[in-house]
């Protein structure tokens, strides 16, 4: 009985040590660069194998802050917070309502828009990127923040699909009783289905803030105009392969754009893994 724990007891030390070492590793890369905004840009490539700064100095944050061209990094917080918010609001409605429709309603060739909807969302954005850009440039959206935003006002294919997930998971028993209480298809969905999905609702909001804060593909192709930059697009402004770049500062406002996605993810937490672990059981 003895060994038996003795055995036990070390092959959980042995797993969380091995634990801890993988997650370090895999976190080292973040590590460094947040303890690299801290060093001056020469001692961050001269001690590249050395985590902790000599001195923590808060230079770069300082020098970060003021941006370029006279734009500080005020305003592409400002312009990134704007994309993210009115995209994730557009992508979350429009989702909920499309999975509705495909979860609980009837109507023709409802399986082949359902296929349909399904390959649109496992095609890469490579694919229609190019067909994209001149449909805009022909609305003459390019160099605003149209291109970005309208289209997630028209459901995005992985969001459908996890709230059509969750729907089917409800009781159509709850719809009929609804109905035989005089509610319309309207009220069903606000008072009924919404309460129900507010996992799966707030697991799309995560994703689709966290993709939008991030993306610097469609900045790089519509945007052209510094003052509309979002922070992922103006951190690459440190980066002058024609002089010195200024790696400190770049570092210290890539550690401050991590905040946002590293607080929605402390406070949303428990909405994550429940709505991403009830979709494998739903359906």
């Known amino acids: 009985m003895k060994n038996y724990k003795t055995k036990r007891i070390t092959g959980k030390v042995i797993y969380h040590i091995f634990t801890f070492l993988f997650a370090f590793i895999m976190i080292y890369p973040l590590l460094w660069m947040v303890m690299g905004s801290f060093k001056d840009t020469t001692e961050i490539f001269k001690s590249a194998q050395k985590l902790l700064p000599s001195s923590f100095d808060f230079t770069n944050y300082k020098i970060g802050w003021q941006g370029f061209a006279g734009y500080t990094f005020a305003i592409f917080f400002k312009n990134s917070l704007i994309i993210a918010g009115l995209s994730t609001i557009g992508a979350v409605i429009s989702s909920s309502i499309v999975a509705f429709g495909f979860a609980r309603c009837n109507f023709k060739f409802k399986s082949l828009w359902f296929g349909c909807m399904l390959v649109a969302m496992m095609l890469p954005f490579q694919v229609i990127m190019i067909p994209q850009y001149i449909l805009f440039n022909k609305m003459g959206w390019v160099g605003t923040y149209l291109p970005i935003i309208v289209p997630q006002f028209f459901g995005q294919g992985f969001f459908i699909f996890l709230n059509i997930q969750f729907i089917k998971g409800i009781p159509i028993d709850l719809d009929e009783a609804a109905y035989m209480d005089g509610c319309s298809i309207y009220k069903i969905f606000v008072q009924i289905i919404l309460p129900l999905i507010k996992p799966a609702l707030v697991t799309s909001a995560i994703f689709s803030f966290m993709w939008r804060w991030d993306d610097f593909l469609a900045a ?64």
């Open 220 to 283: 790089l192709l519509y945007l052209s105009d510094p003052l509309k930059y979002p922070v992922s697009y103006a951190l690459k402004m440190f980066a002058d392969p024609t002089a010195g770049s200024d790696w400190g500062a770049m570092f210290a406002m890539a550690t401050l754009s991590l905040l946002p996605i590293f607080f929605i993810f402390l406070t949303m937490q428990k909405y994550l893994v429940e709505g991403i672990a009830s979709t494998g059981i739903k359906g």
